[in-house]
């Protein structure tokens, strides 16, 4: 019930495309569902987060949509670059407590250009 | 402030050697997180602090595994009597008071040959 799954575990996108990354989870008492970008030999950074109160959250080319009911969410990068491969973690976090993440398996996404 | 601080950012060691990491978290953020991360799969956690308190930790935190968190400070995860097992990066986070987001250091990779 602490899982979140994320697909697919590789992504290749044409750059200009769009590069969709899905995840899915169970504990209804996740209230705060981040997605981090990780460079080789970085650690994540944070891009985008959602509360599941909201249904949509767009910042620049990166969106997450948000499906309560379905309890899936997803990440959508529009216009894809070559600066955008990387690999991208979903997660989800009850904030009440410890704030702990509970991270997907990650996506390894290249962008050709 | 330059961030999450790590170190080291490397270290190889013999099984069954002692090491131990070291994390500086952002200034004034009171909580911190251990995550471990293998190959191809998202971090998963460890253990939490909040100020000095270790408040939480994992059942992948086995008896060969202790942190600390002296003063509230800087933390530090000593692993004893290493195996292959533990070789992966260790992630550690910090984020302060109520705020939703926690920002990673670049991790410190363990190579336990």
């Known amino acids: 019930q602490q899982q979140v799954k994320q697909s697919p575990q590789s992504l290749i996108v044409q750059k200009g495309g769009i590069s969709i990354i899905n995840c899915a989870y169970e504990?209804?008492?996740?209230?705060?569902f981040p997605w981090y970008q990780q460079f080789p030999g970085k650690g994540p950074a944070l891009l985008i987060a959602i509360r599941p109160d909201v249904s949509e959250k767009k910042e620049g080319r990166f969106t997450i949509s948000f499906n309560k009911s379905a309890k899936q969410f997803s990440l959508h990068i529009m216009d894809s670059q070559p600066g955008d491969s990387a690999t991208y973690f979903c997660a989800a976090s009850i904030t009440s407590g410890t704030y702990k993440y509970i991270f997907g398996t990650g996506t390894r996404l290249k962008v050709l250009a | 402030d330059t961030g999450v601080s790590q170190n080291p950012r490397h270290k190889i060691t013999k099984r069954g050697q002692n090491v131990t990491f070291r994390c500086d978290p952002i200034?004034?953020?009171?909580?911190l997180y251990w995550y471990r991360q293998t190959l191809g799969q998202g971090p998963e956690f460890l253990t939490y602090?909040?100020?000095?308190?270790?408040?939480?930790k994992s059942r992948l935190l086995s008896d060969r595994f202790s942190a600390e968190r002296p003063k509230g400070s800087f933390s530090t995860l000593e692993i004893q009597r290493t195996e292959q097992g533990d070789s992966a990066m260790y992630l550690c986070?910090?984020?302060?008071?109520?705020?939703?987001?926690?920002?990673f250091g670049q991790g410190t990779r363990l190579t336990v040959v």
């Open positions: 602090f909040q100020n000095e308190a270790q408040l939480e």
């Open positions: 986070a910090s984020r302060w008071g109520a705020s939703t987001e926690a920002f």
């Open positions: 504990n209804t008492a996740f209230d705060y």
């Open positions: 200034s004034e953020h009171n909580r």
